[in-house]
């Protein structure tokens, strides 16, 4: 089994920044592209970004040049930089994986997304 752990969503001001985590435990063998999602109140998910294993990044157009995706392969984990924060950032921002487990299934996994609210 496979759990991606979510951290770092809260409160903050306009303009201001924020640094969400993503963190994969469980029985893996390897994680392939990880991404990130937004949901805002009374609209769809959308994307935000993807990254590959090997660093490979596709932001939405939305996002571009004010939030960054990375991640540590080694503690499994992928972070969401977000500067510049504006009001319509505000959503439950989810991360997402694909994880080849120890029993070789690879499979799309889910995190439980915290809530981000920019707001003054």
């Known amino acids: 089994q496979v759990q991606l752990v979510e951290s770092g969503g809260g409160l903050v001001q306009p303009g201001g920044s924020l640094r969400l985590s993503c963190a994969a435990s469980?029985?893996?063998?390897?994680?392939?592209?990880m991404g990130w999602y937004r949901q805002a109140p009374g609209e769809q998910r959308e994307l935000v970004g993807t990254i590959t294993s090997t660093g490979s990044i596709n932001y939405a157009d939305s996002v571009k040049g004010r939030f960054t995706i990375s991640r540590d392969n080694g503690k499994n984990t992928m972070y969401l930089q977000m500067n510049s924060l504006k009001p319509v950032a505000t959503a439950v921002y989810s991360c997402?994986?694909?994880?080849?487990?120890?029993?070789?299934?690879?499979?799309?996994?889910w995190g439980k997304g915290p809530l981000v609210t920019v707001s003054s």
């Open positions: 469980g029985r893996i063998f390897s994680i392939n592209r």
């Open positions: 997402t994986a694909v994880v080849t487990g120890r029993n070789y299934t690879t499979l799309p996994y």
